[in-house]
């Protein structure tokens, strides 16, 4: 599986950012987002079912941040909004295990995307 990001930036609070990710090779049924912030352990930021369509969401994130797919171009999007200077971090996309109602990152991730977020 690869798995190509893009989207970070920097950005002043507040503010949104929307990343993408296309995958290929091997699909997954589920693709999302971890997280690393300098000096932190890496964070599950989100990940959905493209079966279904169920999203999830670490709860740092919820209510700000909106995971998408389309699956005919194998890409899943973040729309992140309402940043914080504690979103700062480098954003991968992965491939996560989805077992009962929870989630966990699993198999593969791409290259990151940086995100900061300062005025």
């Known amino acids: 599986v690869q798995l190509q990001a893009s989207g970070g930036g920097l950005v002043q609070p507040g503010g949104s950012l929307r990343l993408s990710c296309t995958a290929s090779g091997e699909i997954y049924t589920a693709i999302g987002w971890l997280r690393q912030a300098p000096g932190k352990e890496r964070e599950g930021v989100s990940c959905?079912?493209?079966?279904?369509?169920?999203?999830y969401y670490g709860d740092s994130v919820k209510g700000r941040f909106t995971i998408s797919r389309d699956n005919a171009k194998n890409t899943v999007y973040l729309q992140m909004n309402s940043l914080k200077p504690e979103d700062t971090a480098v954003y991968y996309c992965?491939?996560?295990?989805?077992?009962?109602?929870?989630?966990?990152?699993?198999?593969?991730w791409g290259q990151g995307t940086l995100v900061t977020v300062s005025s």
């Open positions: 992965a491939t996560f295990m989805i077992v009962g109602g929870s989630w966990s990152p699993y198999g593969y």
């Open positions: 959905i079912n493209s079966r279904d369509g169920r999203a």
